[in-house]
Structures are given as C-alpha cells and as structure tokens.
C-alpha cells in the first residue's frame, strides 16, 4: 500500500467512533454530505489537528536541526515541480523503524531509522519525492471522494493509538507505526490493488521530480533493492516501509529502466546530509556506546565524511557529560569547516559545561551569519536566560516571533523568560501561544484568562489583541464540540 497515512487509514473498515476516539480527538468537520471530495483547506485542516497530536504524543521529534534539514530538501524537491502550490513541511520522527509517511495537507513525515539506512543523500531525496507526489497528485482524495464518513472514522480510530502513546517512552512511535498497519491490514483487496497505482504513479513522478533537482536517477532503485534484500532476513518482522510500500520486482525493474534512460549525473551529497546522520547516530544507544561507535569509526577509517565522524563523537561525548573532549573535536572541527550545526554544537557545549559567557558570545556571532538556523534561534536566547539576561533574550525572542509567529517553542522560551521578570501577563499569554501550537485550545484559553486576570503590565491594545486570541480558540473549541460526542 502507499505511505500516505490517511490514505491508508481511509481504506479501513467502517469502525465504531467510540466516546473514546470521540473525546480525544475532535477532527474538524468535512462539510456537508454532498461535497464528495476534500478540498485542500480541508485537507490541511485535518493535517494540522493530526501533527499537534503527533507533537502532543512525542512522535514528533523535537530536533530542529534534523527538521530543518529534512525541510530544506524537500523544498528543493518540491520547487523542481510546477505541478503544485501546495505548502508542505518535513519533520522526523523519532523512531529506528524504518518508515515514511504523507499526512493530508502536506505533512511529511520520515522515520529516523529510514534517515539512517539510507546510504547516500539522492536515496532519501528519493524517498520524500515519492511521498511529495502523493500528495501533489491528490491521492486522499482521489480515494476517498465517496468515502468521507470512513475518513473520519478511521483518523478517530487512529487517534485512540496517538493518545495511547502520550506517556512519551521511547516505543510511542512505534505505537502509531503499529495502528497504522493494522488499519492497512483491513484493507479490501480491491483497494488495495487501487492504491498499488498510486504507487506506480508516484514512482513514475518522484523519479521526474528527483531528476529535475539534480539529484542520482539511480538511487531509487537502489534503495528499493536494499531493502528487498533486507526484508529476507527479517524473521517475520517486516520493516513498515514494506508494509506500506510493497517493493515487487516490477517496481524495481521499471526505477532501474527510467534510470538507465537518463543521462549519468554524478552527484556528491551535501555535509549537511552526513552531519544529520551522524548527529542522529549520535543517540543511538546508551552516550558511552555512541561514543564508542564513533571512537571505532574513526580508528577504522569506516566512515563517508570524516568531518561528520568527528562532530558526531562531539555530539556522543556531550551526552556522557566529557565536556573537555568534545570541546577538542570542536576545535579541530572549526579548522576544517564553517557551517551552523557546528556552531550550534560548539555553543551547546559550552552552555551545558556552564562557559555561559563563551556560549552568548559564540551563539551570538553565529545567529547574525545564520539568522534563519532554528538551532541558534533557539539556544541563544536560551544562554541568556540561564545567564540571567532576561530582558536581553525577551528583546530577541519577540523579533524572532514577528519572523515565526506560529512557532510554539519559541512562544514557551518568551514565557519563561517573562516569568523570571515577574510579568504576568505576557508570562502567560506566550504559554497561551504554547498550548495553541501544541494542538490544545482549552489549555491555552485558562492561559489567556490568566494573562487577563494579571493585565497590570498590558497595554489596552495588549488585553484587546490578546482577549481576540482568546475568543478565536473559545470558537475553535466550540468546532471540535459539533462532532458527535462533544468534547
């Protein structure tokens, strides 16, 4: 079956909304009866009340230089087709499983296990260009034109798995991995085979779209193979991306002709595709196995980049608390290179050996020569709040939310930082903006009264702009309710 969540889901049978399902996630209505396919503003709609879920949950993973870098290529991937306006936004999950996944509206999703099986840049390009076209080809909706009430049932049932794995361990992402396949496993024959075409579809265009962004043709059909392979020795566990994405020999026949038809491109991957990886192989295991992966990859010569080894024994050592010696690879790492996850790293390291002073200085230059790195955006201000520079990370934040107004993280940063000033009203308002992000209305609206009960220090424009915001979550509130079962 094809990766695109909802379409997957939409595919299951007719199950009972429970008051459950009913209570814990309130979708937004679809419109009448007689409308019978989504638009794309309903479709986005229903993208956005499932990634406040998955962030809600934790299987939305909070690593704004993995999301960055998986953002920025799949733009480059989306900017080489004329085929679409649609907004998208790429984001990893924190899971080894080796999946992908569209959501409607545009959200796409990849599995840190697929990010780290991936042998070349070109491999996961491949990956997200598949996923871009079912989206850009509409296949939601295609599928459940006359299916809409199923649609609804079915993102209900997989909400009861979302809500299931809020205890934040680590397996909560492969708690939705596993409703998911269990909803594609219901699935009719008949649709089943219909999905397949979709497949083959976004095989045939993914491979165009990953052409024309100039990335190796071949890659595909390398994947695909490696995994096939894989798959033999799986004893009975297939990876999820199999699951969803049956790889027949066909497929793979057909990626390696549109490959052979092409002109050779030699392609070279980006440092930032191996600095992620490394960063995510960083994680893996216990710090002092990370440590050890990277001690052996280095004294092996077993690596793709060596610059990324070393910052990834840099990221190990900082999770084992080696402060001196990650600040060794560091140092070594700024006379072979510039770049921002460097300074990013060089900074944090400095913050959490308690070098407050280097890290402001450090983070401060950096954010001014990469002004759009979410990483700096967020740990400078971060340095100076632990350094007690209040109002100076309150002066920066609220330029950085006028550039991102709808970035939760940084609404929550400003809240702290207000609330070590004693300045209620914005402490709150900016925790109201939190709450709202993370997909939670009521949370934010008791927020807001909090600001609104604590107005000392609010301007009339401030109370008035702010007791709008409250009212539009008050209607947002009163969406969800119209659903069967309320709140």
Same mark, same amino acid.
């Given at each position: 079956? *094809?990766? *695109?969540? *909802?379409?997957?889901?939409?595919?299951?049978?007719? /199950?009972?909304?429970?008051?459950?399902?009913?209570?814990?996630?309130?979708?937004?209505?679809?419109?009448?009866?007689?409308?019978?396919?989504?638009?794309?503003?309903?479709?986005?709609?229903?993208?956005? $009340?499932?990634?406040?879920?998955?962030?809600?949950?934790?299987? %939305?993973? #909070?690593?704004?230089?993995?999301?960055?870098?998986?953002?920025?290529?799949?733009?480059?991937?989306?900017?080489?087709?004329?085929?679409?306006?649609? &907004?998208?936004?790429?984001?990893?999950?924190? #899971?080894?499983?080796?999946?992908?996944?569209? /959501?409607?509206? +545009?959200?796409?999703?990849?599995?840190?296990?697929?990010?780290?099986?991936?042998?070349?840049?070109?491999?996961?390009?491949?990956?997200?260009?598949?996923?871009?076209?079912?989206?850009?080809?509409?296949?939601?909706? =295609?599928?459940?034109?006359?299916?809409?009430?199923?649609?609804?049932? $079915?993102?209900?049932?997989?909400?009861?798995?979302?809500?299931?794995?809020?205890?934040?361990?680590?397996?909560?992402?492969?708690?939705?991995?596993?409703?998911?396949?269990?909803?594609?496993?219901?699935?009719?024959?008949?649709?089943?085979? %219909?999905?397949?075409?979709?497949? %083959?579809?976004?095989?045939?265009?993914?491979?165009?779209?990953? =052409?024309?962004?100039?990335?190796?043709?071949?890659?595909?059909?390398?994947?695909?193979?490696?995994?096939?392979?894989?798959?033999?020795?799986?004893? @009975?566990?297939?990876?999820?991306?199999?699951?969803?994405?049956?790889?027949?020999?066909?497929?793979?026949?057909?990626?390696?002709?549109?490959?052979?038809?092409?002109?050779?491109?030699?392609?070279?991957?980006?440092?930032?595709?191996?600095?992620?990886?490394?960063?995510?192989?960083?994680?893996?295991?216990?710090?002092?196995?990370?440590?050890?992966?990277?001690? &052996?990859?280095?004294?092996?010569?077993?690596?793709?980049?060596?610059?990324?080894?070393? %910052?990834?024994?840099?990221? !190990?050592?900082?999770?084992?608390?080696?402060?001196?010696?990650?600040?060794?690879?560091?140092?070594?790492?700024?006379?072979?290179?510039?770049?921002?996850?460097?300074?990013?790293?060089?900074?944090?390291?400095?913050?959490?050996?308690?070098?407050?002073?280097?890290?402001?200085? =450090?983070?401060?230059?950096?954010?001014?020569?990469?002004?759009?790195?979410?990483?700096?955006?967020? #740990?400078?201000?971060?340095?100076?709040?632990?350094?007690?520079?209040?109002?100076?990370?309150? &002066?920066?934040?609220?330029?950085?939310?006028?550039?991102?107004?709808?970035? +939760?993280?940084?609404?929550?940063?400003?809240?702290?930082?207000?609330?070590?000033?004693?300045? $209620?009203?914005?402490?709150? !308002?900016?925790? @109201?903006?939190?709450?709202?992000?993370?997909?939670?209305?009521?949370?934010?609206?008791?927020?807001? #009264?909090?600001?609104?009960?604590?107005?000392?220090?609010?301007?009339?424009?401030?109370?008035?702009? /702010?007791?709008?915001?409250?009212?539009?979550?008050?209607?947002?509130?009163?969406?969800?309710?119209?659903?069967?079962?309320?709140?």
């Amino acid at each position: 079956m *094809c990766a *695109c969540l *909802c379409v997957a889901l939409t595919f299951a049978p007719l /199950l009972p909304l429970t008051a459950t399902a009913q209570n814990i996630y309130r979708l937004p209505e679809l419109g009448d009866a007689s409308q019978e396919i989504l638009s794309p503003f309903q479709e986005r709609r229903i993208g956005e $009340s499932i990634i406040r879920e998955l962030r809600a949950s934790g299987a %939305y993973m #909070d690593d704004p230089e993995v999301n960055d870098y998986l953002d920025t290529l799949g733009h480059k991937l989306v900017a080489a087709g004329n085929d679409t306006r649609q &907004d998208f936004e790429f984001f990893a999950v924190p #899971d080894p499983s080796i999946n992908a996944f569209a /959501l409607p509206g +545009g959200y796409i999703g990849v599995n840190t296990g697929l990010i780290l099986l991936t042998q070349s840049e070109s491999e996961l390009a491949s990956v997200l260009a598949h996923e871009i076209t079912h989206v850009t080809q509409r296949h939601l909706t =295609r599928m459940a034109s006359s299916q809409k009430d199923a649609l609804l049932l $079915s993102l209900a049932a997989l909400a009861v798995a979302i809500a299931a794995s809020q205890s934040g361990s680590s397996s909560s992402g492969q708690i939705i991995g596993a409703a998911v396949t269990s909803a594609q496993a219901l699935a009719m024959q008949s649709q089943i085979n %219909y999905i397949r075409e979709h497949e %083959y579809e976004a095989d045939r265009i993914g491979f165009q779209r990953l =052409r024309t962004a100039g990335f190796d043709v071949t890659a595909a059909a390398v994947f695909m193979t490696r995994l096939q392979r894989s798959s033999r020795f799986a004893d @009975g566990n297939m990876p999820s991306y199999l699951r969803t994405h049956p790889i027949t020999t066909e497929r793979i026949a057909e990626a390696q002709s549109r490959a052979e038809n092409a002109p050779y491109r030699q392609v070279v991957d980006s440092i930032d595709f191996h600095l992620v990886r490394a960063l995510l192989q960083s994680y893996v295991g216990t710090p002092r196995e990370a440590v050890a992966f990277f001690e &052996d990859a280095l004294r092996e010569r077993k690596f793709n980049d060596k610059n990324a080894a070393h %910052y990834g024994l840099a990221a !190990a050592l900082l999770r084992t608390k080696d402060y001196d010696r990650a600040k060794k690879e560091i140092a070594g790492l700024d006379k072979e290179l510039q770049h921002p996850m460097i300074e990013a790293m060089a900074g944090h390291i400095m913050m959490e050996s308690g070098d407050l002073d280097s890290a402001i200085a =450090r983070f401060g230059k950096a954010v001014e020569r990469y002004p759009n790195k979410k990483q700096l955006v967020y #740990d400078y201000p971060e340095a100076l709040i632990r350094a007690g520079q209040f109002q100076k990370a309150i &002066d920066f934040l609220e330029r950085q939310i006028i550039r991102f107004p709808g970035d +939760g993280p940084l609404h929550q940063k400003t809240a702290s930082a207000y609330a070590k000033l004693k300045r $209620s009203f914005k402490e709150h !308002a900016h925790q @109201g903006e939190y709450y709202a992000w993370l997909g939670s209305p009521q949370a934010a609206i008791e927020q807001f #009264d909090l600001a609104l009960k604590n107005d000392r220090d609010a301007s009339f424009q401030e109370k008035s702009a /702010l007791e709008s915001r409250r009212q539009a979550m008050q209607a947002e509130l009163r969406e969800r309710d119209k659903l069967p079962g309320g709140r």
